[in-house]
């Protein structure tokens, strides 16, 4: 800004050369990033793994209902109704049942209701102030 003031000495507009100024700083910022992301990237070490063998025992597909939970994986003869699908059957019978009633707790939660009424905004404030609400507490 200091030198900017003093382009007004040379007959150039001050704010033209401040915008010019400053969209050159911008455009600088923006070839820094790239160049760092492009750095970044040119320095990345790719590790490969090799591909997990997948199990052999077969996998068996459990629906649970039309409750909002996806179709789990079973693995074997335990019973997961209602498991989650990223568990893939490996939950035990009690988290599996802590899992159930945790979502019928969570479909069974009910919006709080508003007891007193609602103040409107040209109404006289609640507070007792005289002023309309919406120029006291509703501001």
Not at 7 to 22: C, F, I, N, T, W
Not at 38 to 67: C, K, M, N, T, W
Not at 121 to 136: E, H, I, T, V
Request: one cysteine or more; a positive charge; glycine letters at 12%.
């Amino acid at each position: 800004r200091e030198g900017i003031g003093l382009r007004a000495l040379a007959q150039k507009d001050p704010l033209v050369e401040y915008k010019s100024e400053g969209y050159r700083m911008y455009t600088e910022m923006m070839e820094a990033v790239q160049a760092d992301f492009v750095r970044y990237l040119f320095h990345l070490e790719i590790v490969r793994r090799e591909a997990q063998p997948e199990d052999p025992r077969p996998v068996q597909l459990v629906y649970s209902g039309g409750d909002g939970i996806a179709p789990a994986r079973s693995f074997g003869g335990g019973s997961t109704t209602g498991v989650p699908a990223g568990a893939g059957g490996r939950m035990n019978d009690s988290s599996a049942r802590a899992y159930q009633s945790a979502q019928a707790a969570a479909r069974t939660v009910t919006a709080p209701r508003r007891v007193d009424q609602k103040v409107g905004r040209n109404d006289p404030c609640p507070c007792g102030s005289g002023k309309k609400f919406k120029r006291c507490c509703g501001a």
